[in-house]
């Protein structure tokens, strides 16, 4: 049994934002198809963000569209593209997915250690030095009866 796979809304959202041609002098596809331009960024804030979408934000937009892989083509305009965000292509919109955000790796390095108060030449110790892991400090208390 072969599983439909569904576009993400913002995904949806966003195409259909760029496909209206009411909205064509804000924001439009170029004039390949392939990747599609924001024209008056003001506008596009105050008239359409919030007709689609929960906020009012252009960086919030930005960033959602860098979370799903697409890239500003020229630094001084605000063209974006995904090989997957074509004029004409709605269906390509499942195939386009959201980047996990990475977590920090587990360090593969021991935890911090402190060398405890011994004389490594002391005779007595036979050349072994004893290791303490750091702890975190105590928690502070209060008097909760004053």
Known sequence: ?????????????????????????????????????????????????????KHNNFSSFVRQLNTYGFRKIVPDKWEFANENFKCGHKHLLSHIKRRKTTLPQPSTQPPEVEKSGVDNNSPSNSGATKWFPRLPPPPILRNQYH
Request: glycine share 2%; no cysteine; hydrophobic share 45%.
């Open 1 to 53: 049994m072969s599983q439909r796979m569904v576009a993400a809304p913002f995904l949806t959202k966003t195409y259909d934002l760029v496909d209206d041609p009411v909205a064509d002098d804000v924001i439009s596809w170029s004039e390949s198809g392939n990747t599609f331009v924001v024209w008056k960024n003001a506008e596009f804030v105050k008239d359409l963000v919030p007709e689609y979408f």
